[in-house]
């Protein structure tokens, strides 16, 4: 049976709640990951991503600045953080931030990404400085800081509630939360990877706070490595339900791991196949979330390109200097520039929209 290039019969089901825009159950999550039909997956994934979308691709003009890799979690699957004083530690005085910042001032970036470790030491003054002074040099430039867990951590330290720590960020010039720190939600795999790090109720309860501060927030899902496909379905059917409570997420991002450097450097990380069929569910089962990016970063340019034939509407951006995946061994360049992102769009057969953080369109 063939409907519309789908092989797969188990996939019917999934295909006419996909036509009739219906709901996707925890089932059906668990249906599209055994299904062998890597292109019924994908196309109905499409479906969704053009009825959304049409033929638009997204792609930012983006910065990234990672100001410090110490970190108090030691988490299991990550090669960027280290303890105070270890080697490879390092940490980013506020002047040689600014200073990257100033170093790109001439370039039409609309969005500077900054993500660290959780640090047992800089005061919270420390990240208002940061904020403050990137606003003074850049005004007009979105900033997208620190991860859920950096602000929980940011809160202990500063002995202030979530939402007091929260509204002083957003004062200091903060726009938004990158969705990072999520890992994937299973209390089974955070024990054994990364017992220390904020519980996914914690994460969740940052990140709604912030969506009641009107702050926007991405979701991410670090995939391919202990999780089994009921953990990553449950990941992504938690946090359905947390953007039904309060609608702020803008994209999700599944962020395939990167083994090399890490405690699981034995594992060999998500193949092509999964990291396709895995953007292309989330694209199917996440129905309230606007938008879902492939990180090229960490997927590689040509399957980023590739994803955009599997539910996928944004690439995310030029990057310029990342270091948590390439410490974690990925070959991808440090940056693409906006030629690059255009072509690599266009050749997928969509057209290339420049966006600012909000998903606004960019002329010119
Ligand atoms: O939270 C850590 C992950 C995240 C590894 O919001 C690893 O638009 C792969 O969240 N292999 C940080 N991944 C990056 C992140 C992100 C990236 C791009 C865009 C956005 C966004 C967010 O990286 C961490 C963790 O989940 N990570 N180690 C690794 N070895």
């Given at each position: ?114 993500v660290g470790g959780c640090h047992p030491d800089l005061p919270f003054v420390y990240y208002l400085d940061m904020l403050r002074g990137i606003?003074a040099r850049r005004p007009e430039v979105h900033l997208q800081a620190f991860t859920a867990v950096e602000v929980a951590h940011l809160a ?209």
């Amino acid at each position: 049976m063939v409907w519309g290039g789908i092989q797969d019969p188990a996939l019917q089901p999934i295909y006419e709640k996909v036509a009739a825009g219906a709901r996707l159950s925890r089932e059906d999550g668990g249906t599209l990951f055994e299904s062998p039909d890597l292109l019924g997956v994908g196309r109905l994934a499409q479906m969704v991503k053009e009825r959304l979308h049409g033929r638009k691709a997204y792609y930012i003009y983006n910065q990234h600045i990672n100001y410090s890799n110490i970190c108090v979690n030691g988490c299991k699957f990550c090669a960027f953080g280290r303890k105070a004083g270890e080697p490879g530690a390092y940490e980013m005085s506020l002047p040689e931030i600014f200073a990257k910042v100033e170093a790109r001032a001439q370039e039409p970036i609309t969005e500077i990404h900054i993500v660290g470790g959780c640090h047992p030491d800089l005061p919270f003054v420390y990240y208002l400085d940061m904020l403050r002074g990137i606003k003074a040099r850049r005004p007009e430039v979105h900033l997208q800081a620190f991860t859920a867990v950096e602000v929980a951590h940011l809160a202990q330290k500063a002995d202030l509630s979530l939402p007091d720590t929260l509204a002083a960020l957003k004062e200091a010039g903060l726009g938004s939360l990158p969705g990072g720190g999520a890992e994937v939600f299973s209390p089974r795999v955070r024990m054994s990877l990364c017992p220390e790090k904020l519980s996914p109720e914690g994460w969740l309860e940052v990140t709604q706070m912030a969506h009641r501060l009107d702050l926007n927030t991405n979701a991410t899902m670090l995939y391919g490595h202990l999780e089994s496909v009921a953990e990553r379905v449950d990941h992504l059917v938690r946090l359905r339900e947390a953007q039904d409570e309060t609608g702020g997420f803008l994209a999700f991002i599944p962020l395939a791991f990167h083994p090399a450097n890490t405690g699981l450097s034995d594992l060999a990380g998500p193949s092509a196949i999964d990291d396709l069929k895995t953007l292309a569910i989330s694209r199917l089962m996440l129905d309230n979330f606007p938008h879902i990016k492939a990180f090229w970063v960490m997927l590689g340019p040509k399957l980023a390109q590739i994803s955009l034939c599997f539910g996928v509407d944004d690439v995310d951006g030029t990057v310029m200097e990342e270091r948590i995946t390439h410490m974690a061994g990925a070959q991808t360049p440090q940056g693409l520039t906006r030629a690059q992102l255009q072509a690599l769009i266009r050749e997928a057969g969509c057209e290339p929209v420049e966006r600012d953080t909000l998903y606004r369109v960019i002329n010119g």
